[in-house]
């Protein structure tokens, strides 16, 4: 069966090849094709087709004879309002990862699959709680502030951070002061460069927290994977983070105010003098996430126990997401 998606899952990104490739291929072989969501590819009249992401073009959608099924994810949909979903044709099947997409998909009427991915914790190389606390971040989307980092790190008592600081494009990097910023209370080891998946999850293993990098999650394979570690994962209270972390249970849900769009540049920007940050053409610099969060709570908390809830919690989803495969399978055939 032949998948359309962004050209980003086929060259950086395993997650296609995670949800949907391996799980099937006891029964199905699956070809992912990269595509730029426009209409000019042939697609044959009775062959199923699945989309990622992107809408099938419309000559699939105004065709209520063609079998499609659409795979959206909650990070690039969150912002779309009942009726948009209403206007998207009852013959596209959908298959939700997320409890967000489930319903907003099942209230305009569409046929939905419900599935929740999890990975094998057997595979991951368990964290040492016995080393000092080592806190890992990816800044991917701008998601905090280093003023953010530091105050974290002092709640946690964390001695070493590992920062990622490759976001996405149209996203910015901490420059140099804003590091030097975190680095005077906390050793600061920062990566710019790509890294494969061995080395990613070798540093994943060597730290104790993962803040999740992003605000929303269409999966969220990277949590899923510190959770596997037995990390202790903090995350915005926000889909899809929030549909597998019960709170100080198996990990930390933030406080997920956002900082106000039309917030006044000056305003801003007086902060970052006062901090000895430099100022930035903003809004595209502002971090999701408010200062405002109950650092005083996170004090007595047993994170080493919350790790161990994180594996334990990842390990009964996994079988249950071995269940549901055959599932998967049968959705995206029988028409």
Not at 58 to 80: C, E, F, G, Q
Not at 107 to 136: E, I, N, T, Y
Not at 151 to 156: D, W
């Amino acid at each position: 069966m032949k998948a359309y998606g962004a050209k980003w899952h086929s060259t950086f990104s395993p997650s296609i090849r995670d949800f949907l490739i391996e799980p099937l291929k006891e029964w199905l072989t699956v070809d992912f094709i990269p595509w730029d969501a426009s209409d000019d590819f042939p697609v044959e009249m009775n062959d199923p087709a699945i989309y990622c992401q992107f809408l099938p073009p419309p000559k699939i959608l105004l065709d209520n004879n063609r079998k499609a099924t659409w795979i959206p994810m909650w990070d690039s949909v969150y912002m779309r309002k009942p009726e948009w979903w209403a206007q998207i044709p009852g013959h596209i099947r959908v298959v939700a990862f997320s409890g967000q997409v489930e319903t907003m998909a099942r209230q305009s009427g569409h046929v939905v699959l419900r599935l929740k991915f999890f990975k094998d914790p057997g595979l991951f190389v368990p964290a040492d709680w016995s080393k000092p606390m080592c806190l890992f971040y990816w800044n991917r989307t701008n998601l905090v502030s280093t003023a953010f980092l530091k105050k974290m790190c002092k709640a946690l008592s964390v001695k070493k951070l590992i920062l990622i600081n490759r976001p996405d494009p149209g996203f910015s990097a901490f420059n140099t002061r804003e590091i030097e910023f975190l680095n005077r209370q906390v050793r600061v080891d920062c990566i710019s460069d790509f890294l494969d998946t061995s080395t990613l999850f070798s540093l994943l293993s060597s730290a104790h927290f993962y803040l999740a990098p992003r605000r929303y999650e269409g999966i969220g394979m990277a949590f899923i994977e510190a959770m596997c570690s037995g990390l202790c994962v903090l995350a915005a209270n926000e889909a899809t983070m929030n549909e597998y972390i019960e709170d100080q249970q198996n990990g930390i849900l933030l406080n997920s105010e956002a900082f106000h769009p039309a917030l006044n540049r000056r305003i801003v920007n007086k902060w970052r003098r006062l901090v000895d940050l430099p100022v930035f053409d903003l809004p595209e610099n502002l971090p999701s996430l408010t200062y405002n969060q109950p650092w005083n709570d996170l004090k007595n908390i047993d994170f080493q126990i919350i790790g161990r809830n994180a594996v334990q919690s990842m390990k009964a989803g996994y079988n249950t997401w071995k269940e549901q495969k055959k599932e998967f399978y049968e959705f995206l055939t029988n028409w």
